[in-house]
């Protein structure tokens, strides 16, 4: 799911797979738990650009702004 979110895609997961995912739901990627409310989902991104533009973007800026290597390695930096 980080892969997804980092490459930018609008993504869709169910509730294992986006656990441990610390960005917001509905707003950084879609969790759908049961296939009809999946597929509908991934439908609706695909006729629905702006929503999947939207979505995308705030994937990726979720993903630079919390899981950038820099960030990721700040509390090492006190220990060297």
Not at 8 to 15: A, H, I, K, P, R
Not at 37 to 53: E, I, K, M, W
């Amino acid at each position: 799911v980080l892969e997804a979110l980092a490459m930018g895609l609008s993504t869709v997961g169910t509730t294992p797979a986006t656990q441990g995912v610390d960005g917001l739901p509905e707003r950084d990627y879609l969790v759908r738990d049961d296939a009809a409310s999946f597929a509908t989902a991934v439908a609706d991104l695909l006729t629905d650009r702006p929503h999947a533009r939207a979505l995308s973007a705030h994937a990726r800026s979720f993903v630079e702004a919390t899981y950038d290597w820099e960030r990721v390695f700040e509390p090492l930096d006190a220990l060297v």
